[in-house]
């Protein structure tokens, strides 16, 4: 099916806002922190539980998904998700003790990893292969728009009124773009290719992980996405309760360190691609130590101070993923590029899913409500970081 201009413009736009709502739901519990561990009297094992619920169902459902995803239409199947985002995400807003709260954290990332896969194979399925690449960026581009500007809106909506109105943004947001997406996403019939059963979808995963490079790149990823997510979940708990930053003040954590790693990540980008990926990666994953280490070992309370602090981490730390991601994308031959990067983003969701666990055992709070062992999670985050470096300085691959 070919899109005129006007109709294509329109589908990118739905399919960032699609995009921008389940980021934000996911990306939005962390700098609320605070809040939901004093409303609903939780330590930092139970929240680091939240977090972990949505990225381990996002990653399950990643696994699976692509067994069954060219079965149903796809329209059909996008509605039929988003209206199934849009119910848990309400679900997140109603629920008043852990347990609910726990479900539907669960519910938000099986919806939104299947909104995730969907958005990108109807890219495949329309956008022709000559612009495919500027539209994926853009629609990349909703996880930066989510942290600078939806972040932001959400704190504000949580601290002025109720962190249950934050959630309640996100459905609002939600429901108008299933309404455009019901009138202006085109209904297509579905392209002719072999329809994988369950079980093949794991038999061509463990074809590609006996590729010594696949792999390699894998367990890279895995490494990287484990040492991010030590810290960055109890990065507002920390300010909040060990160096007394207002909760009110935690939008402009977001909003300057989300402003300054668009602009990093663009340079980040292009010195990768004038120098190469495995130098850059390795550049920016040593100068990201010094900030991992400043911000779990110090608790400054002057806010310009957490600023500066924040911005740098934020910049160095979101920053070594884009090196990385453009080791991952080169290691594929064409053949294999599609299931390989499946599996690297389901890869990056277990990780996400694990470190967050894992956190919560390592990050605790005492009698006097402040946060403990951060020091330590720093640390680990950064043994962490350099076994993935020992492994891409390790990958031989032409492109790199």
């Given at each position: ?46 929240f680091s ?34 209206i ?9 807003g ?26 990108f ?16 960026g ?10 600078v ?10 601290t ?10 996100i459905?609002?947001?939600s ?11 085109p ?24 590729n010594k490079?696949?792999?390699q ?102 920053g ?6 453009t ?5 594929p031959?064409?053949k ?29 709070t ?16 950064i ?18």
């Amino acid at each position: 099916m070919k899109l005129s201009p006007s109709q294509e413009k329109i589908l990118v736009t739905l399919l960032v806002g699609i995009q921008f709502c389940h980021i934000l739901d996911f990306v939005i519990m962390m700098p609320l922190a605070p809040l939901f561990m004093r409303k609903l009297s939780i330590g930092t094992d139970q929240f680091s539980q939240l977090i972990s619920a949505y990225s381990f169902a996002s990653g399950v459902i990643g696994i699976l998904v692509i067994s069954f995803i060219d079965k149903f239409q796809r329209k059909s199947l996008l509605i039929t998700m988003l209206i199934g985002f849009i119910f848990s995400t309400y679900y997140c807003g109603i629920s008043e003790d852990y347990y609910h709260f726990l479900i539907a954290r669960c519910l938000c990332g099986f919806f939104g990893g299947v909104l995730t896969t969907i958005t990108f194979t109807i890219i495949s399925d329309l956008i022709p292969e000559e612009r495919r690449g500027k539209v994926i960026g853009i629609v990349m581009s909703a996880f930066s728009i989510a942290s600078v500007g939806g972040v932001p809106l959400g704190l504000f909506i949580a601290t002025k009124f109720s962190w249950p109105y934050a959630f309640h943004t996100i459905v609002a947001i939600s429901i108008i773009i299933l309404l455009l997406s019901l009138i202006y996403v085109p209904r297509y019939p579905l392209p002719e290719k072999d329809k994988a059963t369950l079980i093949q979808t794991f038999a061509n995963y463990f074809n590609l992980l006996k590729n010594k490079s696949y792999a390699q790149g894998i367990w890279a990823i895995f490494f990287l996405s484990i040492s991010a997510f030590l810290i960055i979940p109890f990065l507002s708990p920390y300010f909040v309760f060990n160096c007394g930053f207002e909760e009110d003040h935690l939008q402009y954590i977001y909003l300057v360190g989300g402003f300054f790693t668009i602009i990093s990540s663009r340079i980040i980008g292009a010195l990768t691609d004038l120098k190469g990926p495995k130098l850059i990666y390795t550049i920016v994953c040593l100068l990201s130590f010094l900030p991992i280490l400043i911000v779990t070992n110090t608790a400054p309370r002057e806010i310009y101070i957490i600023l500066l602090l924040t911005t740098f981490f934020m910049t160095l730390v979101s920053g070594r993923f884009v090196p990385m991601m453009t080791i991952a994308s080169l290691l594929p031959s064409g053949k294999d590029r599609a299931s390989y990067l499946a599996l690297v983003n389901t890869i990056r969701s277990f990780g996400m899913a694990l470190s967050t666990f894992l956190a919560g055992k390592i990050v605790t709070t005492n009698s006097e409500g402040l946060i403990q062992n951060y020091s330590m999670a720093g640390t680990y985050c950064i043994i962490l970081t350099f076994i993935s470096l020992i492994i891409v300085s390790k990958i031989k691959v032409k492109s790199v």
